[in-house]
């Protein structure tokens, strides 16, 4: 998974998956679409105006948690 921010377009994108064929973008909202591929593998998310969608909950910070072992791990997201 790797999780990518443009601040120069302030878009973020969630890969959950290398493409590897022919996607499909769905728009969910005018700011979230998904990729997915014919079998229905979800490839990404695609987060448009993020810093408003990103930041709202955590002041701009990714928080990464670990459930099983507890770690928890803060990214500012610079925007």
Do not use: C, F
Request: glycine letters at 10%.
């Amino acid at each position: 998974m790797l999780l990518t921010y443009d601040p120069k377009h302030n878009i973020a994108y969630l890969r959950l998956h290398e493409i590897v064929g022919p996607v499909e973008t769905i728009h969910l909202s005018d700011e979230v679409n998904v990729d997915i591929a014919p079998d229905g593998t979800v490839y990404g998310i695609e987060l448009l105006n993020a810093n408003e969608q990103l930041g709202g909950v955590d002041k701009g910070t990714l928080v990464l948690v670990n459930e099983e072992k507890g770690n928890r791990q803060e990214i500012a997201l610079d925007g």
